[in-house]
């Protein structure tokens, strides 16, 4: 259990349609948190699709000490919608971030 704050949210709306069809491997939810001891907790969700994924939906969670990992970490995700959430999820982090003591 940690106590922070919330700094930015992402869900993915797909259609059933769109979750059947090509969409592979997609991150569905990301939440980024700072806590009470300035690290960032990043609670994300991935549905693993398609024949060759057959794992369906798996949840993760990172510790990271600075924005800055959090941007590289960011970064590094390949998930079909990767180019949706990254700009979302800095953008907010970013203004939340600077109001979190």
């Known amino acids: 259990m940690f106590s922070g704050a919330l700094l930015a949210f992402y ?6 349609e ?3 069809s090509s969409v592979n491997n ?3 939810v990301l939440a980024l948190f700072k806590t009470e001891k300035q690290q960032y907790l990043v609670y994300y969700e991935v549905e ?3 024949e060759r994924y057959k794992l369906g939906r798996q949840q993760f969670v ?3 000490k600075s924005m800055e990992e ?8 390949s998930y079909s919608n990767s180019s949706s959430f990254r700009s ?5 982090a970013k203004i939340y971030d600077a109001a979190w003591p």
């Open 88 to 92: 979302i999820i800095l953008s907010e």
């Open 18 to 20: 769109e979750r059947e």
């Open 70 to 77: 959090v941007e590289t970490f960011l970064n590094k995700m």
């Open 48 to 50: 693993f699709t398609g």
């Open 26 to 28: 997609y991150l569905d």
């Open 11 to 16: 869900r993915e709306e797909l259609t059933a």
């Open 62 to 64: 990172a510790l990271l």
